[in-house]
């Protein structure tokens, strides 16, 4: 019973509290106190994309550590005289590979035996 007492003396308050913010907000405004804002509303998966843009990001700061420390280690590896080789990718061939697979090179023409294939041709 003192719970439902209580429940209704604070809905009541504030029930007055927010009569009390219209008649000032009738006072100041008029009507025009209760209309909605005509702006738009803010864009905000854009403004969250263009901070996320601008600010670096945790993952390139990471990423920037990791060739730090990468570059001290290779630098460190070549002070100790133990160069690693350049692994080349398996699917894709290495300039050796394309200097040993010797092609001949296309021989040029002059233009008269290439008018006279032309016409042999037809």
């Known amino acids: 019973m003192e719970e439902d007492q209580e429940l209704e003396r604070k809905a009541i308050e ?17 009507p025009m106190g209760w209309m909605k804002c005509p702006l738009a509303g803010t864009n905000k998966r854009f403004l ?6 601008t600010l670096p990001s945790h993952k390139e700061q990471d990423h920037e550590q990791k060739e730090d420390n990468k570059e001290s280690v290779k630098s460190q590896t070549q002070k100790e005289g133990n160069p690693k080789k350049h692994r080349t990718h398996p699917y894709k ?12 090179p296309p021989t040029k023409r002059s233009s008269q035996e290439k008018s006279h294939r032309r016409s042999n041709k037809r």
């Open 93 to 104: 061939h290495s300039v050796q590979a394309r200097s040993r697979a010797r092609h001949s």
């Open 48 to 53: 969250i994309n263009t901070i996320k843009n």
């Open 14 to 30: 504030e029930l007055l509290k927010e009569a009390k913010r219209g008649k000032t907000r009738a006072e100041t405004m008029g």
